[in-house]
């Protein structure tokens, strides 16, 4: 059990993890995932949170699910007052993105973490270069309308999202991006994707967690209530504040943003692989 005394060191910590995940969450959609994961798994490491280390990255991934929910209303809010979600291509994406998310939140237990890993960062890398290009590959001149291709597109999304405890927005932006779509809205309508992503994977590692040893008190399943909740005060604070940094932003440098974003991210995955 963790000693009460712990959560002097702790909650400053996640506080501050919160301010940060909630400010990226605003600025470019995504969830704050990529960085509440890895701190919640080194607080684990160094011992401030007694959790057994083979759930340990599971009660990361779970516990960042639960404050994506906060952290989307917020930063969806913000978007919304300066127009930049739209409601037609989040309610084209949203079911196959949900049903994605189902299956990934279920698999995620079994599937190994490492091969994921390297999949997202070698993927994040090739679209970052495409990012930086003064004239970016596109891969359509809009967004596919066809049902299949809806699917093929959101679907995996939502998966590999909820898989990896991260918002919509770290996968669905620069999707939306190749496919023309202005980075300004891409950004605004991923805030709400995170919603979608965020609730059928919570419900999949709340499920999966249950009666699993070496967890947290005051957790359902693998997800640890009060750090989630700590994390999320400072996370809807400070959404709105990165959407206001997003919208001082011309679109190519709201570009370089995501993916300098992204680059770091990708690297941070491969270099845990390799």
Known sequence: MIEPTNWLLITPILLFVG??????????GVGGG???????????????????????VHFAVATSLLTI????????????????????????????????ALIGGVLAASIDSSALAAVFGVIAIIVVINMLNPKPFT??????????????IAGPIGMFSAMMGIGGGTLSV???????FPVHRAVGTASLFGLIIA??????????????PGLLPMSVGYINIPAAIIISCATFVCAPFGVKIGHCLNARGLRIAFAIFLGISGLRMLSGVF
């Open 19 to 28: 301010a940060v995940a909630g400010t990226l969450a605003g600025l470019l």
């Open 34 to 56: 990529i960085v509440i994961v890895p701190v919640l798994f080194w607080l684990t490491g160094i011992g401030l949170l007694n959790v057994a280390p083979d759930v340990a």
């Open 69 to 100: 929910i906060p952290t989307s209303i917020s930063s969806a809010r913000a978007h919304h007052k300066k127009g930049s979600i739209d409601l037609s291509m989040f309610k084209s994406w949203a079911p196959f993105m949900t049903a994605g």
């Open 139 to 152: 891969l359509a001149e809009a967004p596919p309308e066809s049902l299949a291709a809806r699917a093929a």
């Open 174 to 180: 620069p999707t939306m991006t190749l496919l023309s």
């Open 199 to 212: 609730i059928p994977g919570i419900v999949g590692y709340a499920l999966a967690g249950q009666d699993i």
